[in-house]
């Protein structure tokens, strides 16, 4: 089935246009700066990718209704594009960051649905009213395609009450339904069929930690096919050190850097969100290829050596962080048949990996040192674990717009 994945932000609609039957996809691109400029969205533009050419040209687009318009002219071009007509686009898979308390599963797009996910604006303001925007600019070019809702959250629905609870009062939940939900769900279930299908076993019977680690990143235990717990929380704050974001803490570390810095509660989600982790600890990055770079640097003054030790904290903090996820969720599993490592910092950087995985002998895990260093080309999942390792450990790649993909087929061909 040929169905189009759009991402939608606030002043952003990022689309792929896949073929399902063998995951290639045809095209993708991005609009951005939609409604920016003045007069409103004189300032918005398109990058269009097929087959590798790339086309970046100037657009006025108000609105995302605007965007969709000019998406489907390039995708119907007769140079640019890759179909004739509209009409071949079967369905359209939206990625949706938060699916609240409601939505425990992909949901075709329905009246009712649509009203639903209006209530999701509270648990993700910035991210819900610009998905509601994208499905609008679907639903107005596209009136008759099908839409499916694939959500971040849903795969973490499946948490028991003991791991998703905070150990706030009660009223808090039952007020505000404060509890964790978790992200990067969709990219957790990929990765966790994946392993299984490496594995050569049913999901039904696997146990599989699986590591998300990018700019954003968390760690879910997926027990059985399903989400038993996972490293991010109420919001994706929760959890690791990150590129900006500073994972977990103490909470009373929050209210005293408040009173401190006299922050306002807006201020200290800013600087929580976007001057920590690894830009905080290093001082000068939050990208990994940075980190490691400053690391081994042979620079010889003052700043090189200083950026050196830092990032070497943040390194190390990293790689012990994902550690002590790994030996909590093998414990609250009761076993590991797998690891897998995704994402584009845990996907490309074997020095990582190694940290994490040199911490974990007595779990059984030996990692192959030449494959894990050389051998990680493939789009597939490589084993990167010695013959003899009673835990498997792979690089997954993931692909959310793929599992979107397939999430939509499904249900649009059960209909
Ligand atoms: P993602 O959020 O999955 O796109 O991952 C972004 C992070 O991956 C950034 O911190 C990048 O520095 C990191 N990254 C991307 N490519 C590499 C690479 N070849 N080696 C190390 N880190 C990488």
Redesign the pocket.
Known sequence: MKVLVINAGSSSLKYQFLDTSDGNVLAKGVCERIGEGEPAGSAARIQHKKNGVAYTENHPMSDHSEAMKIVIAYLTDSEKGVISSMDEIEAIGHRVVHGGPYFFESTLLTDEVFETLTKCVTFAPLHTPAHIMGIQGCLSVMPNTPEVLVFDTSFHQTMPEKAYMFGFSYDMYEKYSLRKYGAHGTSHRFVSIETAKALGRPIEETKIVTCHI???SSISAVKYGKCLDTSMGFTPLDGLLM?TRCGAVDASAVTFIMEKEGYTPEEMNDYMNKKCG?LGISGFS?????I?SAISSTEDTDEAKERKRRSGIALDMLAYEIQRYIGAYTAAMDGLDAISFA???AE??ATLRRLVCSGLDWFGVKLDDDVNENGVHSPNPTLISAADSKVKVFVVPTNEELMIARDTEAIVKAL
């Open positions: 990018g700019n954003g590129g690894l939050s990208d990994f290829r940075d490691i994402a584009g910092i490309n950087n």
